[in-house]
């Protein structure tokens, strides 16, 4: 990623919304420490304007799926 704005291509792909999340939690947790590109790439996604609507319906079904673990 150090030379690139793209995880696989030279353009926004599927992989870019995928990975965005996960790149996000992990850094939540401290991860990955020294990887400023990483990080920055996790900010350009979530500043893409439709960003903040699709994370807070992502967040909110991973918390309603938490809520019903183990329940029949």
């Not at 990975?19 to 400023?36: I, M, S, T, V």
């Not at 790439?41 to 319906?57: H, N, S």
Request: with cysteine; proline share 8%.
């Amino acid at each position: 990623m150090q030379h690139r704005q793209f995880l696989v291509c030279d353009g926004l792909s599927v992989a870019d919304f995928n990975a965005a999340p996960a790149l996000d939690r992990a850094r939540e947790a401290g991860k990955p420490a020294g990887a400023p590109r990483l990080q920055a790439f996790v900010g350009d996604m979530y500043a893409r304007p439709k960003a903040p609507l699709t994370i807070a319906a992502a967040f909110a079904e991973q918390r309603d799926e938490m809520d019903h673990v183990g329940q029949p």
